[in-house]
């Protein structure tokens, strides 16, 4: 059982939109700890998509894009494409574990 | 561009002890935490650790009895050791750098097998 918790999969047509929800409570997200998502294509090493609950690494495209509200955080990513279909984790950290803390992770279908 | 490589042995005994090293190259390890990650066959990411270059380190609170991370600056690498190995440490380990609370460059992980 995660910390952070993601629905386990979510899916989209090529060019769609989805959104892929980290909800935590007020020992993580909602003590105002930044979100990271990350990205992990098959058989690959996770790579960072968001840090700072919103800001991307040069060469993440802008169809990417994070945010969070109170103790959840989202992961939008618009003009679906294939090479989209991956796992995607959001990590946090928790003051009461004293841990750095990830998502259960959801898998990204492009139909 | 920060590159880390994981190296040590890819099969450990049950009750063994893991020993893994993080090579850092095109970058200094000076002034950042490291960090190991595993990832369990079929499962998500799960957080071992991080050390400081100055030695200083925190753990998992649920690995903090078997999990040793030490640093050596003059070869510009971390290591992590693991006692009393079971079948269910069988992972890929992953070492990363913390950049402020994210995970920027990481390592393509290596995959440890517990088995005699």
């Known amino acids: 059982q995660s910390v952070l918790t993601q629905p386990p999969s979510v899916s989209g047509a090529p060019g769609q939109r989805v959104t892929i929800t980290c909800t935590g409570s007020n020992s993580n997200i909602g003590a105002a700890y930044d979100v990271s998502w990350y990205q992990q294509l098959p058989g690959t090493a996770p790579k960072l998509l968001i840090y700072?609950?919103?800001d991307r690494p040069s060469g993440v495209p802008d169809r990417f894009s994070g945010s969070k509200s109170g103790t959840s955080a989202s992961l939008a990513i618009t003009g679906l494409q294939a090479e989209d279909e991956a796992d995607y984790y959001c990590q946090s950290y928790d003051s009461s574990l004293t841990a750095l803390v990830f998502g259960g992770g959801t898998k990204l279908t492009v139909l | 561009q920060v590159q880390l490589h994981e190296s040590g042995p890819g099969v450990v005994k049950p009750s063994g002890t893991l020993s893994l090293t993080c090579t850092v190259s095109g970058g200094s390890i000076n002034n950042y935490y490291w960090t190991w990650i595993r990832q369990a066959p079929g499962k998500g990411l799960e957080w071992i650790g991080y050390?400081?270059?100055?030695?200083?380190?925190d753990y998992n609170p649920s690995l903090r009895r078997r999990v040793t991370m030490s640093v050596d600056t003059s070869k510009n690498q971390f290591s992590l050791k693991m006692t009393s190995m079971t079948t269910a440490d069988t992972a890929v380990y992953y070492c990363?750098?913390?950049?402020?609370?994210?995970?920027?460059?990481w390592g393509q992980g290596t995959l440890v097998t517990v088995s005699s």
């Open positions: 700072g609950n919103s």
């Open positions: 050390v400081f270059y100055t030695g200083s380190t």
């Open positions: 990363a750098r913390v950049h402020t609370g994210w995970l920027d460059f």
